[in-house]
């Protein structure tokens, strides 16, 4: 009788193996600062009460810095603000939030089926919470996280990392997450501020372009600093390792290339600091008069 020889399977090929493990979807999370859901004064108290509470944004003592903004500076500002609000606002209702929906829609159109992208607010809503909760339920392999502000400041970029860092802390499984802290010399972004400023000096001729930039505490510089580099001033003529995350100088060279995309002279533009919530901060300011700015 002979025996029966055992059945023998082929080993796998690599092909084979690769086969068995399906493709794996990347998040994308986009985080603007936000908006009120109305501008009715009272979303907007709501609104700025998480907003100018912030830590990162008005960086004093929670003691001092909860009283002083919910019970004396936002019951005055509310009001005030929420006459511009109405004043922007549209059919579609805040400007930044439908803005950034499309934004989302754009981009999830333009990476394909292997990206998830999902969009959320610093303050109120769609809360950046959320927008995780879309990415952790798509069981995305890694999560890009970016902030939608060209320049890194703590106030705003440095705010969105803590707060997404925050909420996933408590997830049982954390993915891989990377995140984008500025894009302030991208060639991408750079050329599309020249696009957007040539077709509007193909129009009329300017005497002088503002290049305009929301101001910041120049204490926020120094804090940034451990190296005391910074000197408000030559510093930022130049962007090395030592200022690369110094928001005044990443505005500077930010505007040193829109200015040469646009064929710009050194003195046919200036760079100024705008929106000052307290004193002493970056500076040149910007004078409503644009002739003096």
């Known amino acids: ?131 995780l909760e879309e990415l952790r339920a798509a069981a995305v392999e890694r999560i890009v996280v970016l902030p939608l502000f060209p320049q890194y400041a703590s106030a705003s970029t440095g705010s969105v ?30 050329a599309s501020i020249v696009a957007r400023g040539r077709a509007e000096m193909d129009k009329q001729p300017y005497d002088h372009v503002v290049l305009s930039y929301h101001g910041i505490p120049e204490r926020h510089v120094k804090k940034g600093d451990p190296t005391n580099y910074c000197r408000f001033g030559s510093c930022c003529d130049t962007l090395t390792d030592q200022n690369q995350y110094c928001y005044r100088a990443q505005c500077f060279a930010t505007s040193r290339l829109i200015a040469a995309g646009l064929g710009l002279k050194p003195e046919q533009y200036t760079v100024s600091f705008q929106s000052r919530l307290q004193s002493a901060c970056a500076t040149p300011g910007c004078n409503p008069t644009p002739t003096k700015c």
């Open 1 to 131: 009788m002979n025996p029966v020889a055992p059945e023998t399977t082929a080993a796998p090929t690599p092909a084979a193996a690769a086969a068995t493990i399906t493709a794996r979807r990347i998040g994308i999370l986009l985080v603007n600062l936000g908006t009120p859901d109305s501008p009715e004064t009272s979303d907007v108290r709501r609104y700025l009460n998480e907003f100018l509470t912030d830590g990162r944004v008005v960086d004093m003592p929670a003691a001092i810095r909860y009283p002083l903004f919910q019970g004396l500076v936002v019951p005055l500002r509310a009001p005030k603000s929420a006459k511009i609000y109405k004043e922007l606002w549209t059919d579609r209702g805040s400007p930044l939030l439908f803005h950034g929906l499309d934004l989302k829609a754009k981009v999830q159109e333009a990476l394909g089926d292997g990206y998830v992208v999902a969009f959320g607010m610093r303050y109120q809503k769609p809360s950046i919470a959320k927008a």
């Open 161 to 190: 990392q803590e707060k997404v860092m925050a909420l996933v802390k408590d997830w049982w499984i954390v993915p891989s997450i990377n995140f984008i802290s500025q894009f302030a010399t991208e060639p991408g972004f750079i």
